[in-house]
């Protein structure tokens, strides 16, 4: 197991949370909040936001603590798998009609954080 590849999956998505908990919902927010959409669907979409913001914590948190302690190595596996899932939908909806979600970071943040967690772990 390489520690400093674990390590970088976990700074990657906890750098990840940082601009995405702070800078992004800033942003993304300001969009919602001036558009025309109904107060309930404003709400639900800043916890669908933030939810992600939980993710990329869990996941660094997770991958931290796994780098630190090897023997809990198998619980990288979820984490890995989620990330690499996440891209997944990123890239398939950016490819399927939805191009400017190739231009956001998930799927780079996503899958980078995945194989440098999996290069960790083999």
Request: positive net charge.
């Amino acid at each position: 197991m390489a520690f400093w590849f674990l390590m970088a999956a976990a700074i990657l998505s906890l750098a990840g949370m940082v601009f995405h908990g702070f800078i992004g919902a800033r942003i993304y927010m300001g969009n919602v909040n001036d558009s025309n959409l109904p107060v309930l669907t404003k709400s639900l979409s800043l916890v669908s936001w933030h939810v992600f913001t939980v993710f990329l914590l869990v996941s660094g948190l997770a991958l931290a603590v796994i780098a630190v302690n090897p023997q809990y190595a198998i619980a990288a596996y979820p984490v890995i798998g989620v990330n690499i899932l996440g891209a997944g939908l990123f890239i398939m909806f950016g490819l399927g009609g939805h191009g400017h979600l190739l231009r956001l970071p998930g799927a780079y943040l996503m899958g980078g954080t995945a194989l440098l967690a999996l290069a960790g772990i083999l």
